[in-house]
């Protein structure tokens, strides 16, 4: 009796201390894991990983060196912005999380004409592979708007197409094959 009382007594604690530590453990690439909040000046494989999905996203354009920079800061700051949460100044781990659910997402793929005043998915998308391209220089936020309708004509100009104030879906292609 006595010692099926230790056990049920140690089965208890574990499975309490299991209870405790889920809220922290998330996956990633389907593999637990213990994210740190990250703070400017760390360093380490865990800031490479968060660089590596940053850039993945076209928020990240520095040398990934595993360092929470400024550039880190800024980037982690734009996904924050583009996504219509509070800008912080660190990445906590559920923010790591986002960021990396959102690199492992693939991007839309183009079924409409984008106008002027369009906003959604497909024209961050857009934006993105303009960006990559050098032709936008905004935030991303999905609005299709003068900067991204400019972006456009210029990638229009500099590729010998017609000019438009429209981004048919063949030229979304186009431009996502120029930006790969």
Same mark, same amino acid.
């Given at each position: 009796m006595r010692k099926t009382k230790k056990i049920l007594t140690a089965v208890l604690a574990l499975l309490m201390l299991t209870t405790l530590a889920a809220p922290i453990l998330t996956s990633a690439a389907n593999t637990s894991y213990i994210y740190r909040r990250l703070n400017y000046g760390d360093s380490g494989q865990d800031v490479v990983q968060l660089q590596k999905a940053l850039k993945k996203l076209g928020y990240f354009d520095g040398k990934i060196g595993g360092n929470y920079l400024d550039l880190t800061q800024a980037a982690v700051q734009d996904f924050e912005y583009a996504r219509g949460y509070k800008l912080t100044w660190y990445c906590t781990?559920?923010?790591q999380e986002k960021i990396? =659910?959102?690199?492992q997402k693939k991007p839309p793929q183009p079924e409409r004409t984008l106008h002027y005043g369009d906003s959604g998915d497909d024209v961050k998308a857009l934006q993105k592979a303009l960006k990559k391209l050098g032709y936008f220089d905004g935030n991303i &936020? &999905?609005?299709y708007l003068k900067q991204t309708r400019q972006a456009?004509? =210029?990638f229009q100009e500099d590729y010998g197409y017609k000019l438009t104030n429209y981004c048919t879906v063949a030229m979304q292609g186009r431009i996502r094959k120029a930006a790969k």
């Open positions: 781990a559920a923010m990396y =659910d959102a690199s &936020g &999905g609005n456009v004509k =210029d």
